[in-house]
């Protein structure tokens, strides 16, 4: 089974500009989540969509939004970008949000580097 | 809020022998899980163990195991026979198991490097 893929693998755009990441989890998971990574701040919960939903959001500014679509992939979206902006974005994927059983497991991928320039 | 802290930034271990990574964490809930992550320098991260916090016995995988300490809310990482191949950066993370919430909080992470 192909494990959660992201695209692009890397990514440098100017400070200003947009950008569009995009994961697509294991098949058959329904759920994803959105992880900024950075030297100074660690990992950091960005949000979360379950059945095209936004379950839960990370304290981040609203020029970082996303969305599911209905075959589960998800993008995420940063409008602005500024240079603390540059991170490893990681996407992970489990079945469900929640259970005690298998549905806990979240799959990460390889993630996207953004460099803000 | 929930948090997680690892005290330790840099471990090494030498090949064969056996190393303790550190995470301590503080919250109010009861019913919660903890985890370990390996993220080698590809930067694919990998779980590595997970531990519910209502169970008392402490998770083993293979050549890894915790020490859940449930009332010191502390959860090391024991790694025996080390091997080149865990050389990464490992990172302790909490998850409250209420609501939908599929949200990991996750320390500042420990370098462990193996050396020959």
């Known amino acids: 089974k192909a494990g959660v893929t992201q695209t692009p693998r890397y990514l440098i755009k100017t400070r200003g500009q947009q950008v569009t990441l995009s994961c697509s989890p294991i098949s058959g998971h329904r759920s994803v989540s959105w992880y900024q990574q950075t030297p100074g701040q660690g990992l950091q919960f960005l949000f979360e969509y379950f059945s095209e939903t936004q379950r839960n959001k990370g304290n981040f500014p609203g020029r970082f939004s996303g969305r599911q679509f209905s075959n589960s992939r998800s993008e995420m979206n940063v409008s602005t970008l500024e240079l603390g902006d540059s991170a490893l974005y990681l996407c992970?994927?489990?079945?469900?949000?929640?259970?005690?059983?298998?549905?806990?497991?979240?799959?990460f991928g390889p993630g996207t580097r953004l460099t803000v320039t | 809020a929930q948090t997680v802290t690892q005290s330790q930034p840099e471990m090494s271990v030498q090949e064969a022998e056996t190393v303790t990574l550190s995470c301590t964490y503080d919250t109010s809930e009861s019913d919660y899980y903890l985890f370990w992550y390996k993220q080698p320098p590809s930067r694919q991260m990998i779980l590595v163990i997970r531990?519910?916090?209502?169970?008392?016995q402490n998770a083993t995988e293979n050549r890894f195991s915790v020490n859940f300490q449930k009332a010191a809310k502390s959860f090391s990482l024991k790694i025996s026979d080390s091997q080149l191949g865990d050389a990464a950066m490992y990172f302790c993370a909490y998850r409250r198991n209420t609501g939908t919430a599929s949200k990991l909080t996750f320390g500042t992470g420990t370098r462990l490097q193996v050396t020959l």
């Open positions: 531990q519910e916090a209502y169970k008392q």
């Open positions: 992970a994927s489990s079945l469900f949000p929640q259970g005690r059983t298998g549905a806990l497991e979240q799959y």
